[in-house]
């Protein structure tokens, strides 16, 4: 039998795509000598040129299917995607009637019955973990035999839809094959067309979730169980992955991963005893089920960066999405993963249907706290309707259908816009394409939490500390103050464009700050614009790379040496204690003055790290004379009246060349 499996099209420049994990799963079950299957990835074949974004791109995938004369084909469906399957099954079907349509996946599981009533060119639906019965499915359809006997197939018999008993879940992970990659190009092709610096690779750590968000689909789509793959098989699999695919980097697919901590213990102790701890990876966490001791072994296993599923910072919208975070132990959570070096992306959802103003408010002020701790990766989004989740069951008859949000995009395939029939069928049954719909939310408009699950994302990076004072000075909702200010930079300086940019942020929050501070009125709070100039500062020395020393062989006597500021080493004045303040916010202290004390700072950015230090006040004006046009010895005459009048000359000229010594390898100077 001739099997060809299908990865829809898709393309979305900021994200990056890896091979079709569940499909290689499915091929690799179910290969034997007389079963020829191949895969083809239409997301990769948009990056490689193979076919293009146009029009035409669903006959183009239909036609290269076509070519290889298959049997049956089988589509990976997703939410985003599930109008590609639908559109590239009719036109196969069209043309090759004998050919079985078959499709499988987290969306296609919840609304089997549905997509088999509304698309008659399908011929069955397999639902939940697909692995055996796929390979079931196919033996069937070899030995001339219908669906009738195949747990986990929703399918069509004589015009009636048929629903099989649902196929219990595999009780060993182990019992699966390890992923056979050989249906698929090289990690390195994925990374190269992606522009990643490392190939990566899934490693598949277990199935399951116990939990019951509201929003989410995998506790029902694995029945409230949970399973995990052996620690002997991940990392067994991890060097599989690096010796023969090249695979640089692992993504531990598993939201439980660390809901056990000797699980987690165990497998870090393995991988560092096999010397794989040198290939990076990030794994799902949650953050009561981390500690500092575990963080630390992670970090020694390899642990780069991690996710935690924060959602909310309202306590009535946690109680409606049956979430349990507790604020204090976040703060401490983020400051422990930064201190072990690993980067933590803090996942937040605004939007709900409960969701008052307030609510939005305490979630984007709860975002900025985070991201005053420094070195983290904000995420912003709006909730995403799933079927089978309970927020699809209780709110599929209010959904509305208002904007684009992150999960409904990818499918921009005629000149930057969706396919006109794309959205005919998407607007043909919103509940069976409800992540592509809204949800109305009584705190702000869709529109408006659009932008700020857009946009946000950059003022917590970049300007997090001024932001957050701003909020608490002006006693005004975070949400407006934010909107305002999209308003404003549309007005003044985004020249007709509708989206922000980091560089956008980086040139403008000074002058809207400003603005908004001396147009208030408020007396107090002047610690405020020194923050703002604080946060700038910072952006402008990570402006610049790093560039190395020249290493000299003949160095002149250090007198006629001529000293500069390296490219990516700032100095700058405060009249407040910045440090201190910045101290007080990370304590959730926000004082709305402090007493005048002059401070010079040394802002040096390198290895994609900020340094930040306080100097004297010779230190400062030694620096600010290093420009490169300027002799040690001239250096020494203009401070020495300053600094040097109680001591011999020789004696300051020692000290300049010592301080001269000693910033450079500090890599403040260049000499």
Same mark, same amino acid.
């Given at each position: 039998?001739?099997i060809?499996?299908v990865?829809? !099209?898709f393309y979305?420049?900021?994200m990056y795509n890896l091979?079709?994990?569940?499909l290689? #799963?499915?091929a690799t ?8 299957i ?5 997301a ?6 193979k076919?293009?974004?146009?029009r ?7 036609k290269?299917?076509l070519?290889?004369?298959?049997d049956l084909v089988?589509?990976?469906?997703q ?5 590609g399957?639908i559109r ?5 079907k069209?043309?090759?009637p004998?050919?079985?349509i078959?499709?499988?996946g987290?969306?296609?599981s919840f ?8 698309f008659?060119f399908?011929?069955?639906?397999v639902?939940g973990e697909g692995e055996i019965?796929?390979q ?6 070899e030995n001339?035999?219908d669906e009738?006997g195949?747990a ?9 839809i048929?629903?099989n008993?649902?196929?219990k879940?595999?009780?060993v992970l182990d019992d699966?094959p390890m992923?056979?990659?050989?249906f ?7 990374s190269?067309l992606?522009g990643?610096?490392?190939s990566i690779a899934i490693?598949e750590v277990g199935r ?5 968000c ?7 789509m694995w029945?409230q169980k ?10 067994k699999?991890m ?9 640089q980097?692992?993504?531990l ?6 809901a056990?901590?000797k699980f987690?213990e165990?497998f870090?102790?393995?991988v560092?005893?096999e010397?794989?701890n040198?290939l990076?990876?990030y794994c799902i ?11 630390r072994?992670m ?6 960066s ?10 009535k919208?946690?109680?409606?999405i ?5 604020e204090?132990?976040l703060y401490?959570?983020v400051?422990e993963?930064t201190?072990?070096g ?5 996942s937040?959802?605004?939007?709900f249907?409960?969701?008052e103003?307030?609510d939005i408010d305490a ?8 991201g005053?701790?420094?070195?983290s #990766?904000?995420l912003?989004?709006m909730?995403t309707?799933l079927p089978?989740?309970d ?9 509305v259908?208002r904007?684009?949000t992150?999960f409904?995009l ?15 069928i ?6 069976l394409?409800?992540s ?6 009584p705190?702000?408009s ?6 700020i699950a857009?946009? *946000?994302?950059?003022?917590? #990076?970049?300007?997090?500390k001024?932001?957050l004072?701003?909020?608490?000075a002006?006693?005004?909702s975070?949400s407006d103050l934010?909107i305002?200010? *999209?308003?404003?930079m ?6 007709g464009?509708?989206?922000l ?9 000074s002058e809207?700050?400003?603005q ?5 009125g408020i007396k107090k709070?002047s610690h ?11 952006l402008?020395?990570?402006k610049?790379?790093?560039t190395k ?6 160095? !002149?006597p ?17 009249e407040y204690n910045i ?5 007080d916010?990370n304590?959730g202290?926000f004082?709305?003055q ?13 290895d994609?790290e900020?340094?930040v230090t306080?100097i ?8 600010d004379?290093c420009?490169g046009?300027a002799r040690l010895?001239e ?13 011999e000359r020789?004696?300051?000229v ?15 100077l260049?000499?």
């Amino acid at each position: 039998m001739k099997i060809v499996l299908v990865f829809p !099209p898709f393309y979305l420049d900021s994200m990056y795509n890896l091979p079709p994990l569940g499909l290689i #799963n499915i091929a690799t079950m179910a290969k034997n000598p007389n079963r020829d299957i191949i895969i083809h990835d239409f997301a990769l074949a948009i990056r490689n040129k193979k076919i293009k974004m146009s029009r035409t791109i669903y006959d183009d995938c239909a036609k290269i299917v076509l070519g290889e004369n298959p049997d049956l084909v089988g589509f990976s469906a997703q939410c985003t995607t599930y109008p590609g399957v639908i559109r590239i099954a009719e036109k196969i079907k069209k043309e090759s009637p004998e050919t079985k349509i078959v499709i499988g996946g987290h969306n296609a599981s919840f609304v089997a019955q549905e997509t088999l009533a509304g698309f008659p060119f399908i011929d069955a639906v397999v639902k939940g973990e697909g692995e055996i019965t796929f390979q079931e499915l196919v033996a069937a359809y070899e030995n001339g035999l219908d669906e009738a006997g195949v747990a986990g197939v929703t399918y069509r018999s004589h015009g009636k839809i048929i629903q099989n008993k649902d196929r219990k879940l595999i009780k060993v992970l182990d019992d699966l094959p390890m992923a056979d990659y050989s249906f698929v190009r090289p990690f390195s092709e994925y990374s190269g067309l992606c522009g990643l610096p490392r190939s990566i690779a899934i490693l598949e750590v277990g199935r399951g979730c116990p939990h019951r968000c509201i929003y989410c689909s995998e506790s029902v789509m694995w029945q409230q169980k949970t399973r995990t793959f052996s620690i002997n098989r991940l990392v067994k699999e991890m060097r599989h992955l690096h010796e023969n695919y090249n695979a640089q980097c692992f993504l531990l697919a598993y939201d439980q991963f660390t809901a056990k901590k000797k699980f987690v213990e165990d497998f870090c102790t393995l991988v560092i005893e096999e010397k794989l701890n040198h290939l990076p990876w990030y794994c799902i966490s949650r953050l009561d089920t981390v500690d500092p001791p575990l963080l630390r072994r992670m970090r020694e296993a390899g642990c780069e960066s991690m996710c935690y599923g924060i959602d909310s910072g309202s306590k009535k919208t946690l109680a409606f999405i049956r979430k349990k975070i507790d604020e204090d132990i976040l703060y401490e959570r983020v400051k422990e993963t930064t201190k072990q070096g690993i980067v933590p992306t803090l996942s937040f959802i605004i939007g709900f249907p409960s969701e008052e103003k307030e609510d939005i408010d305490a979630t984007m002020l709860l975002a900025l706290r985070t991201g005053v701790q420094g070195n983290s #990766n904000p995420l912003v989004q709006m909730p995403t309707v799933l079927p089978g989740t309970d927020l699809h069951k209780f709110y599929k008859d209010k959904l509305v259908r208002r904007v684009d949000t992150y999960f409904s995009l990818g499918l921009e395939f005629d000149n930057g816009s969706r396919l006109a029939l794309d959205d005919k069928i998407i607007n043909s049954d919103p509940s069976l394409f409800s992540s592509f719909y809204n949800l109305a939310c009584p705190g702000r408009s869709l529109e408006e939490l659009n932008i700020i699950a857009s946009y *946000f994302p950059l003022i917590i #990076n970049l300007y997090s500390k001024s932001f957050l004072l701003l909020t608490i000075a002006l006693k005004e909702s975070a949400s407006d103050l934010f909107i305002k200010f *999209f308003n404003w930079m549309g007005s003044n300086h985004l020249q007709g464009r509708p989206h922000l940019t980091h560089g956008d942020c980086f040139r403008n929050f000074s002058e809207f700050a400003d603005q908004t501070f001396k147009g208030s009125g408020i007396k107090k709070w002047s610690h405020f614009q020194e923050m703002v100039k604080y946060e700038t500062v910072s952006l402008k020395a990570g402006k610049f790379s790093h560039t190395k020393q020249p290493c000299y062989t003949d160095l !002149p006597p250090s007198k006629e040496i001529m000293p500069m500021l390296r490219e990516n080493v700032i100095i700058s004045d405060f009249e407040y204690n910045i440090r201190e303040i910045i101290e007080d916010l990370n304590m959730g202290i926000f004082n709305n003055q402090y007493a005048a004390e002059s401070v010079a700072l040394i802002f040096r950015f390198e290895d994609n790290e900020l340094e930040v230090t306080e100097i004297n006040d010779f230190g400062k004006d030694f620096l600010d004379l290093c420009d490169g046009s300027a002799r040690l010895k001239e250096i020494v005459s203009t401070l020495y009246p300053v600094y040097g009048s109680d001591m011999e000359r020789n004696v300051f000229v020692k000290e300049c060349e010592e301080a001269m010594t000693g910033l450079s390898d500090l890599r403040l100077l260049q000499v």
